[in-house]
């Protein structure tokens, strides 16, 4: 049956399982974040692969700190 998919319908389901992905980080990384006490942060969002020590790094790559999708609230 996987055969007889068309490219457009199986791009479709990779970007469902890379959104899937995401969607794990960002709520493994929001429990996290919870925990965290507000007045200490000095957040650094979007940092990609520049994380600054002291900071709170934020990207979905795996060098931050906090993988959180900011699509999301």
């Known amino acids: 049956m996987l055969g007889k998919l068309t490219g457009a319908f199986r791009r479709s389901l990779v970007d469902v ?9 960002h709520h493994a990384s929001a429990r996290r974040a919870a925990g965290l006490a ?3 942060l000095k957040l650094h969002i979007a940092c990609g692969p520049n994380v600054k020590p002291g ?12 993988q959180l999708d900011l699509r999301e609230p």
Do not use: C, G, Q
């Not at 934020?58 to 906090?66: E, G, K, R, V």
């Open 17 to 25: 399982k890379n959104e899937f992905r995401v969607m794990r980080l």
């Open 38 to 40: 507000p007045h200490d």
């Open 55 to 66: 900071w709170t790094n934020i990207d979905l790559l795996p060098s931050a700190d906090l």
